[in-house]
Structure formats: structure tokens, C-alpha cells
């Protein structure tokens, strides 16, 4: 074992210990908060494969969460399945929309692909407001105490809901950690450094941007559906542009390209939107100037500028 | 109502509706076209044009028609001077690299619209139109004497909203000669095609690039502030015209300046058109889609020449 | 049919034709040089060849396939392998890891993989630096990168685009051996502008000029040919 991944298994070790003690000590409301953070961090891990890691700019995300969100929102409220396969039913849903935008949005590039993410991602809100019968619209619709039960397990209980964030965001760490370590992960990074040197490796690039599309809407998918069943609620505005540029903002902050930039922007803009709530109804002018002050003065992020700093070995 | 007077009451409302659009999105094709930035902050912009049309306005207690005229004249360079500082401060900054101000343009957007909601308040406010008669509109119906005229109830246009037509030609038809016929636009053009060589011929492109972001968002203002007496000013209504400007600009072959135009006519018309028909969200969901097919597979726009 | 085989190809660029009607034939094992005033077409030649480019018309054969359709990165992983004349590596990462994207996609044994890495870079003496960033290197190593990058593939076809502009002349001298040892095993196509290295590596050289294939023969017939020496001193007359 080099230096370098001990120190890599040392420090995101650390943190994921850090997360699974946090429950036993934080006070009622930040242990809430905490679930909700790590759920929305998940999500915010997805986006980070394809932002951070094979260099595309989507602004269409809020889709594939939504996906993951009503689909196992309606599979309980149309289709009567448990939790569990609801959750999976959302999963399912959200990578198979994101292989057919995938495969229609990366015929594009640069900022075209950034528009045509986002006219999906746009359509598909609408979508959701049009089929009102069935999603009820903007008001959104309640999952039931009853319904949110997997294995005789109260999703609902706080401290169940905590370990379930928990090993969300465990599982997908884990397997993003271990795909970014693979061939797949490596070939991601060397299309994000130099698509045409790729390509004339003789990788088939855009099959592998697929597979990443496929696989960050998958993920994101993942976070949706766990969203809505932990926190018993489905609704159209999960689906709407704020919620693509959240994982954004949450990744830039944090470090795109990192493994840990999505944990690390994901707590920090959750709680300057929480304190600045508390004194104004424009919290997301919070969100506006963080935004451009990352642009002009940080385009690493934290992470990212403790990397090219202190910890060069930073995954 | 009959469907022939429904149909020409919805292509006049959709030609109030086309107009402004126009209006809006040449905004945006120019500051596409020339500086090849995408700008989703340019429907705050447009908000901004309405709710300061309403702060304007409010002044003039009891002179609507005098208070309007200022804020036509004031309102779009207010909005166009803080736009130009937005570009000055941030974009030159970023080096219009396209991803980065993208970024940052979100971020613009939620500055301007939650400044609004902090400063201007949640509430949709009116703005009293200048003048406002009401016209009744004739249409032809076939009686036993032949071809006749009459005056079906709730066919009318109002005076206003013909005006609103009218001034948005003006002004497209003034862009028109300014980009083709005057030296600034002439520096925009050069600009446009090879900023490093307009450089080298001495343009100031630092200083064009401020001016069209400035421009680009006067426009968006000045299309709001035509609006707003029909419309009503709400923070959050910026909304929909980035999207119907974005749908617009990419129909029309991206910074092409007639085929905005027309792509305006298009989605105007077809827009008022069609929501009578259909449900409007339906109307959304196809136009989006529309746009996002068009990017795709036929990235020049159903109205550009492809490149060679 | 010989191993890499060329007719009739033409690349037109909006009413320039930057290769014109060409037809190459490249036996198995043959180091094969491309030589040309600049803006003869040779990079473009490599380009339709590799795929990089599409051809306006003619066709291309590899390996007894027809490849005329293939997408580049098919052919790539055909058994070609294409260094760029503007170097062009992953700046970011590691220089063994840009390697290593090379023979990863060969070898999927993964301590083969790390084999070929090492042997790569140690045949361009770019070994103890394996762990810099590549965009640290200086020009001259960046060019032995991309040869390594190339090597790592083990490709049949090796393409190199000037791969000796800008290295020291003892690197010269150690890519003159390093060709050499190339030589009966892997196909090599060669642009180059170096006179010293087209002829000391060589087997048989194809002179371009104005797209076209101009005088085809060994080193010593290239050195005799008047029009290759007009080509090269007065262009235009080339033809009188």
C-alpha cells in the first residue's frame, strides 16, 4: 500500500466514521438535518461523476431526481408496491430516462449540452404539472407513516431515517469510489482532461459518456427516491430548475472532483440557507453570491483548493 | 364567440405577445451572438425593466401618461448600466469562458430576483397604461344578404396593446439599422467575427463587450416596461420569458437577429394560438421540447444556414 | 494486399483539396517515412488514415479490413497508434497514468498493463519521472510521451506526427534506436521533417507536395529525384 492511499483511506474513513458517530451526540434538529444532508449529499455525488469527474455541465439534474422521487412516489400511490421496491422502481426510472437523454443530449456539447439538459429537465417539470390527476401538480402528495416501512423498519423514526441516509450515502460512496478507481473511472477523468486524446487511445468516448450519464442519474435517482420516502413527501418542485442548480452550487462549493466536495458543499450551503432563512424570506440570495463569488475567486472549491494547497493526494 | 372572431382574437393577442418576445430575445441573441455568453440572468433583467417601470411610475401620482414616458426613457438605461457593471465586475473577469459565466449568470439571476423579493416585496403590483381606449373589432358573417359586417361582443383590442405592437417594430426595425448601418454597429459585427483581429484593428472589444451586455439587458427592460401595464410586475416573473426568449433564440439560429425575429413571430403567435386551444402547459411542454430536438439535430436552427 | 493500404483518398476542405487522389501501399514491418514541404498534406494523410479526419473520398484498408467507415477509436483499438504533431497528453495527470490509459485499454490484465507502462517509459528514459504531471514535463519530454503513449499499445500501425521536433540531439540519436528496434515487428509511418533521421531510419520514403504523392523510393532514390530537391528549394517549379 503507497503513502498516498493511506492517507486516502485514513481521511474518508475518518469522515464516514465521523457521520456514523455524529447521531450520537448531535441534538434533535441537527440530527435531522444531518439525514437530510447526507441524502441530498448522495445526490450531489451523482452530479459530481458526471461534473466533477468526466467534465460534463448539466442543468438538467433536477430531472433524474424527480425520477427517482415519482417513481417510487407513484409505484406506492398507483402501483401499491412496498418502500423497498418503490425505491428501486424510482432507481430504475431515473437511469432509464437518463440513457435516453443521455443518448439524445450528448450528440451535443459545451453549452449546447448545457441548454439541452435543461429544456429536458424543463419538459419534464412540466410534465409532472400536466399530469396533475396523478402527481397533484405543485402541492405534491404525502407518503403515509404506514406506507414508509421497509423490513418492519419506521422510515419515519428519526434514528432509522438517520441509518438510512447513512447507508445511502455509505453505498454510494463506496460504489463511486470504487468506479472512479476502475478502468471505467480512469477513462471518465481522461475524457474530462483531453476528449480527442481519448478518443485516439481508442476509447469509444461517447459510449463512455453515456455510462456515465446513466450511471449519475442512477445515483441521483437513488437520493430522490430515498428523499421522498424518508422525509414523506413528493412534489413538483423537486423537479424544477432550483433543484438542477442546487447539486451544481453544492459541487462547486465543496470541490467538483472530489469525493468528498459533494459532503463538504452539500452541509455548508444547507446551513447558510438555514441560518439566513431564519432573518429573511431571500435565502437564496445566499445562493446567488456564493455562485458567482465561487466562480471569480474559487472555481476548485474548498476541496479542491485544499488540494492544489495541502493534499495533493486528494481523490 | 364564433371561431373565426376567437381565432383573430388570439393571433392579435399572440402578435402583442410575438412582439415583445422579439424585443426580449434580440437582447439575448445579441449578447449570444456577439459575445458568445449565454445569459440566464436576461429575464431578471426583464423583471428589473417592470418592477422599476412600477417604482418610476409610482412618482407620478395621478400623471400616468407622463410617468410612463419617464420610465420608457429611464428604465432601460438603468437596467443597462447595471448590467454593463455586471459584465465589467464579473464576466471580463471570468474571461467569458462559456461554462464559467453560465455559472455565474445563475448565480446573477438569483442576486436580482431575491434583492427584488427582499427590497420590492412578494406582491404582483399593476402599472396604469398611458392610455388605454378600448377598440371593438368587426368581422364578416354571411346573411341572406351577402357578406356583412358585425361587431361580435368581446372581440377588442385595446388602443395600448396596438401601441405595444407598434413601438416594438420601431424599436427592432432602429436595432436593425444600428447593427448594419452605424459604426458601433459595425464594431459589434467585427467583434463578432474575430475578436482577436477586431483587437488588432483597434477596437476597444473590452468595451463593446460591456456595451452589448448592456444593451442585450435594455432591451429585456424595455420590453418589460411595454408589458407591464398589461402584465402586471411580480418578482418572479423573469421566468417565463428566459425560457420563451431561449426557445426563440435557438429556433432562430443562435445571435441571428431576423431569424429571432421571426422565430418570435412564430412562437408568439403559435403560443397565443395555441393555449387557446390547448392547455398551456401542454403548449410549454411541446415548445421545450422543441427546442431541445432542435439543438440536437439541427444545432443552425430551423431558420440558420448551416456552417461551413 | 499489403498491410495498410490507401486509394485513391482526397480530403477536401471548402475548395481546397488538402490531399488529393493519394494512394499508398505500407507492407507489414516497414518503416515507412512521410516527407513534404509544409502544408503538403501530411498530416492530413495520417489524419484520414487514423480516422481523425473523414475522407471526402477513396478508401482505406488495415489488417486485410476495410476501415474507410470505421469511427476513429475503432481503428485505434484495430491495432493503430496516433501521436499528434501539436502535443496533445493529459496534462493533469500523472505521466504514468497517461500511459497507462494507453495500455489499459490493450491489456486488460492488469499487471500486464503495468508491465507495458514500465517498459513504455522506460524505452523514451522517462521512467523516474513517471509520478510527475505531465504538463510539468518540458516540451521535449512531452514529445517522448506521446512516442511512450504510443508504444504502450503495442500497435501494429504506429503513426508519429514530427515526433522528433524539439528534443535534444542525444534524444534524437535515441529515437533513431528506438525506431530501430521497432523495425520488422511493427509498422511505423513517420512524418518528418529531420533529413538526418528520414534517412537513417527510413526503408522507403513517399514525398507529398500540394496534396499529391510526388516521388515514392528508398532514402538513396529520394536523395537522387530532382524534383524531390525542387519541391523542396523552389515549390511551384516542382512541376515544370
Known sequence: ?315 | MDFGPYLMLATLEGAVTAAVLALTASGLALVFGVMRVVNVAHGEFFMLGAVLAWWVTSWFEGAAAFGFAFAILTVPLIVGALAALADVTVLKRLSYDPERTIVATIGILYILQQVTLMTYGPDARPVTPPFNTRLALPWVEMTETGLSLYWPWGLSITSYKLAVIAAATVILLALWIVMTRSKLGLMMRATEQDREMALAFGIPVERVYALVFGLGAGLAALAAVLIVPIQQAHYLMGGDPLLLSFIVVIIGGLGSLPGTVLAALLIGLSDGIISVFFSPTLAKILATLLVALVLVFRPQGLFGARRA | ?240
Request: charged residues 15%; aromatic residues 10%; neutral net charge.
Open chain 3, 1 to 240: 494486399m499489403s498491410f495498410l493500404n490507401a486509394e485513391g483518398l482526397t480530403k477536401q476542405f471548402n475548395g481546397l483539396r488538402a490531399v488529393d487522389d493519394v494512394t499508398l501501399e505500407v507492407p507489414k514491418g516497414q518503416v515507412r517515412a512521410l516527407i513534404g514541404p509544409n502544408g503538403a498534406g501530411k498530416t492530413t494523410l495520417v489524419g484520414l488514415l487514423s480516422g481523425r479526419l473523414a475522407c471526402s473520398s477513396g478508401r482505406i484498408s488495415f489488417d486485410e479490413r476495410d476501415v474507410t467507415s470505421l469511427p476513429a477509436h475503432k481503428r485505434i483499438a484495430s491495432g493503430m497508434a496516433y501521436t499528434f504533431q501539436i502535443t496533445s497528453i493529459f496534462p493533469s495527470l500523472s505521466v504514468h497514468e497517461n500511459v497507462a490509459l494507453g495500455a489499459r485499454r490493450v491489456f486488460s490484465d492488469p499487471k500486464e498493463a503495468e508491465e507495458r507502462v514500465v517498459a513504455a517509459l522506460h524505452r523514451v528514459s522517462l521512467l523516474e519521472r513517471a509520478h510527475e504531471d505531465a504538463g510539468d514535463l518540458s516540451y521535449g519530454h512531452q514529445r517522448l510521451l506521446e512516442i511512450a503513449m504510443g508504444l504502450a499499445q503495442a500497435p501494429k500501425l504506429l503513426i508519429l506526427d514530427e515526433p522528433t521536433q524539439g528534443l535534444a540531439d542525444g534524444e534524437v540519436v535515441a529515437f533513431n534506436k528506438l525506431i530501430n528496434d521497432l523495425r520488422g515487428h511493427t509498422t511505423v509511418l513517420l512524418i518528418e521533417h529531420n533529413m538526418n533521421v528520414v534517412m537513417e531510419v527510413a526503408d522507403f520514403i513517399t514525398v507529398l507536395n500540394f496534396g499529391k504523392v510526388l516521388f515514392e523510393g528508398t532514402p538513396e532514390q529520394v536523395q537522387a529525384s530532382s524534383a524531390v530537391q525542387s519541391a523542396y528549394l523552389g515549390g511551384a517549379d516542382a512541376e515544370a
Open chain 1, 1 to 315: 500500500m503507497t503513502a498516498d492511499l493511506r492517507k486516502i483511506i485514513g481521511l474518508h474513513g475518518a469522515v464516514l466514521v465521523i457521520l456514523f458517530a455524529a447521531q450520537f451526540f448531535l441534538p434533535a434538529y441537527h440530527h435531522g438535518n444531518l439525514a437530510r444532508i447526507m441524502v441530498l449529499a448522495t445526490y450531489a455525488m451523482g452530479y459530481n461523476l458526471l461534473f466533477g469527474y468526466t467534465g460534463l455541465l448539466s442543468l438538467g439534474h433536477a430531472l433524474f431526481f424527480a425520477a427517482g422521487l415519482y417513481g417510487m412516489g407513484l409505484g406506492m400511490t398507483q402501483f401499491g408496491l412496498g418502500a423497498g421496491a418503490a425505491v428501486v422502481l424510482g432507481v430504475v426510472a431515473g437511469a432509464g430516462i437518463g440513457a435516453l437523454i443521455g443518448a439524445l443530449a450528448l450528440r451535443t456539447e459545451g453549452v449546447a449540452f448545457m441548454i439541452v439538459t435543461l429544456m429536458f429537465a424543463q419538459a419534464g417539470y412540466l410534465i409532472i404539472l400536466y399530469f396533475g390527476s396523478y402527481t397533484r401538480g405543485d402541492e405534491g402528495f404525502v407518503i403515509q407513516q404506514a406506507d414508509r416501512l421497509v423490513a418492519g423498519l419506521d422510515l419515519s423514526d428519526p434514528t432509522v431515517r438517520y441509518f438510512a441516509a447513512l447507508s445511502i450515502f455509505y453505498a454510494a460512496f463506496v460504489v463511486l469510489m470504487w468506479v472512479l478507481r476502475s478502468r471505467f473511472g480512469h477513462v471518465l477523468i481522461a475524457i474530462r482532461e483531453n476528449e480527442e486524446r481519448a478518443m485516439m487511445l481508442g476509447y469509444d468516448v461517447q459510449r463512455y459518456k453515456w455510462g456515465a450519464v446513466v450511471l449519475s442519474a442512477g445515483v441521483s435517482a437513488l437520493a430522490g427516491a430515498a428523499y421522498g420516502v424518508l422525509f414523506g413527501y413528493v412534489g413538483a418542485s423537486f423537479a424544477s430548475v432550483q433543484y438542477s442548480i442546487f447539486p451544481l452550487l453544492w459541487v462547486l462549493l465543496g470541490g467538483a472532483g472530489t469525493m468528498l466536495g459533494p459532503l463538504v458543499g452539500t452541509i455548508f450551503m444547507f446551513y447558510l440557507i438555514d441560518l439566513s432563512s431564519g432573518v429573511t424570506t431571500a435565502y437564496m440570495l445566499i445562493a446567488g453570491i456564493v455562485l458567482v463569488c465561487l466562480t471569480l475567486f474559487a472555481p476548485q472549491g474548498l476541496m479542491g483548493e485544499l488540494r492544489n494547497r495541502f493534499w495533493r493526494w486528494l481523490p
